[in-house]
T-cell receptor, first 113, second 117 residues
Framework: QKEVEQDPGPLSVPEGAIVSLNCTYS??????FMWYRQYSRKGPELLMY??SSGNKEDGRFTAQVDKSSKYISLFIRDSQPSDSATYLC?????????????WGLGTSLGVNP | DTEVTQTPKHLVMGMTNKKSLKCEQH?????MYWYKQKAKKPPELMFV???????INESVPSRFSPECPNSSLLNLHLHALQPEDSALYLC????????????????FGDGTRLSIL
């Protein structure tokens, strides 16, 4: 079993839809959770960064962390064609000098006009 | 545009060539990273520099040689690469201090797309 599981999709939705992207994980020591967006031929761009459990909202994006279920989500409201990209979840423990991120495979999202 | 700048954007080299990839950031970050990314895969960590000292080497072959000349610059020297080394090479940076108050996310450049002939 991988430490982080993420459905690679592809996921295709119409413009204006609410998109839900998810990752599950097995290591209960993970404390920091990130969502990155990666366009074709570009580097990953940080979208959301959360510590421990709870919700965080930034514009059309909401990140949720449920540590009891070991489950994180990214919601995109009013999706736009410009949201078409690969979305990667990443997480890390708080141990010592740990800087290593554990990544999901990424979900490919297409938003159709 | 990202705040982490990588050059060149594209590089084609033969297996006997020597070349270098460069990365620069001016965010005052004291941790810098090299990643390798293959198509449809997540980034794979290669090296981490913390306060200009190499702190993590993920068992990377010696044909890849990192260098951190100062807190803003990170180089990756390449020599005698193999065709399987063709990939997108990403640089990232983050604030230096770890711990509950200091854990900050990594910010990535747009990478160098490397092709080995």
């Amino acid at each position: 079993q991988k430490e982080v599981e993420q459905d690679p999709g592809p996921l295709s939705v119409p413009e204006g839809a609410i998109v839900s992207l998810n990752c599950t994980y097995s290591n209960s020591a993970f404390q920091y959770f990130m969502w990155y967006r990666q366009y074709s031929r570009k580097g990953p761009e940080l979208l959301m960064y959360t510590y421990s459990s709870g919700n965080k909202e930034d514009g059309r994006f909401t990140a949720q962390v449920d540590k009891s279920s070991k489950y994180i989500s990214l919601f995109i409201r009013d999706s736009q064609p410009s949201d078409s990209a690969t979305y990667l979840c990443a997480m890390r423990t708080n141990a010592g000098n740990n800087r290593k991120l554990i990544w999901g495979l990424g979900t490919s999202l297409g938003v159709n006009p | 545009d990202t705040e982490v700048t990588q050059t060149p954007k594209h590089l084609v080299m033969g297996m006997t060539n020597k070349k270098s990839l460069k990365c620069e950031q001016h965010m005052g970050h004291r941790a810098m990273y090299w990643y390798k990314q293959k198509a449809k895969k997540p980034p794979e960590l290669m090296f981490v520099y913390s306060y200009e000292k190499l702190s993590i080497n993920e068992s990377v072959p010696s044909r890849f040689s990192p260098e951190c000349p100062n807190s803003s610059l990170l180089n990756l020297h390449l020599h005698a690469l193999q065709p399987e080394d063709s990939a997108l090479y990403l640089c990232a940076s983050s604030q230096g201090r770890q711990g509950a108050r200091g854990n900050q996310p990594q910010h990535f450049g747009d990478g160098t797309r490397l092709s080995i002939l």
